[in-house]
């Protein structure tokens, strides 16, 4: 019985999170001609026109290369400065420590609005307006405090006396990060490297603000497919939720393998 009731309780949760997405996807292959058909919940044929046209003729394939860029840009520069940022925190003892990360919060507690006048004046004088790297930098900006803070957690959960005995042995503090704290930090920097590109792929405002013909996809939908007919809508969501839910999968072994899960 108490295996029943747990099985129970797994299928309502996986249904809870995968109903959605389920009649999502299925909405966008829906055919035009039996979308408002309201007697019938599974359509007699599936079609891809809509997620065709949402790609090729209203130009979103070109926005998903400039997510794909924008979220590339800033996991990288996130991870080039947060991670010795995380580390330094975690190993290193100095006066305002504390205070360095209490800072990093609070620049996540202003809302973008407020400065988007002042963002988009300094953009247009560094020539960063309407470009990939402007969005990725802005997006990088908004990833860092939580980078900086995840890798300090993680590297905090490294004992130290590894790199001490790698030390030992002959490797600098260099070698030792590089070949003994990294790869036991691996699936918590998977972990926030996923968390880095879906914060980075769903942000709208500062895209549609910095870029007009380089928007990412949440801003070319925004301003093209909700003014479309509904299918079109459910088609721009499946587009938007299967890049992330493929970045989850290829890493999906990091993140169990962290919650002490082996895969095999």
């Known amino acids: 019985m108490k295996k029943f009731f747990y099985a129970l309780a797994f299928v309502a949760i996986?249904?809870?999170?995968?109903?959605?997405?389920?009649f999502i996807f299925l909405a966008s292959l829906t055919p035009s001609s039996e979308f408002y058909q309201w007697d019938r919940i599974f359509p007699s044929k599936l079609t891809f026109d809509h997620i065709y046209k949402l790609l090729v003729n209203l130009g979103g394939w070109r926005a998903m290369l400039s997510s794909?860029?924008?979220?590339?840009?800033?996991?990288?520069?996130?991870?080039?400065?947060?991670i010795p940022a995380g580390y330094?925190?975690?190993?290193?003892?100095?006066?305002?420590?504390?205070f360095i990360k209490l800072v990093m919060l609070f620049t996540r507690s202003i809302p973008l609005v407020?400065?988007?006048?002042?963002?988009?004046?300094?953009?247009l004088r560094l020539n960063l307006a309407d470009t990939v790297l402007g969005v990725g930098l802005?997006?990088?900006?908004?990833?860092?405090?939580?980078?900086?803070?995840?890798?300090?957690?993680?590297?905090?959960?490294?004992?130290?006396?590894?790199?001490?005995?790698?030390?030992v042995f002959g490797l600098s503090r260099f070698g030792a990060?590089?070949?003994?704290?990294?790869?036991?930090?691996?699936?918590?920097?998977?972990a926030s490297a996923i968390f880095a590109f879906i914060m980075s792929w769903n942000e709208v405002f500062a895209a549609s603000v910095l870029a007009i013909t380089n928007?990412?996809?949440?801003?070319?939908?925004?301003?093209?497919?909700?003014?479309?007919?509904?299918?079109?809508?459910?088609a721009a969501g499946t587009i938007m939720a299967v890049p992330a839910l493929v970045f989850i999968f290829i890493i999906r072994k990091y993140l169990i393998s962290m919650w002490g899960i082996s895969l095999k």
């Not at 996986?14 to 389920?22: K, R, V, Y």
């Not at 330094?88 to 504390?98: E, S």
């Not at 928007?215 to 459910?234: C, E, G, Q, W």
């Open 138 to 167: 802005a997006h990088a900006a908004m990833v860092l405090p939580f980078v900086v803070l995840i890798t300090s957690s993680i590297f905090s959960g490294v004992f130290v006396e590894y790199e001490e005995a790698g030390m």
């Open 68 to 82: 794909i860029q924008v979220a590339g840009i800033a996991i990288g520069i996130s991870f080039a400065l947060g």
């Open 114 to 123: 407020v400065i988007a006048v002042s963002l988009v004046t300094l953009y």
């Open 215 to 234: 928007r990412t996809l949440p801003a070319h939908i925004l301003n093209t497919a909700m003014a479309s007919p509904d299918y079109f809508k459910f």
């Open 88 to 98: 330094a925190i975690t190993r290193y003892k100095f006066r305002g420590k504390d």
């Open 14 to 22: 996986s249904l809870w999170f995968l109903g959605p997405l389920f």
């Open 177 to 190: 990060f590089l070949r003994i704290t990294m790869p036991l930090a691996l699936p918590g920097l998977a």
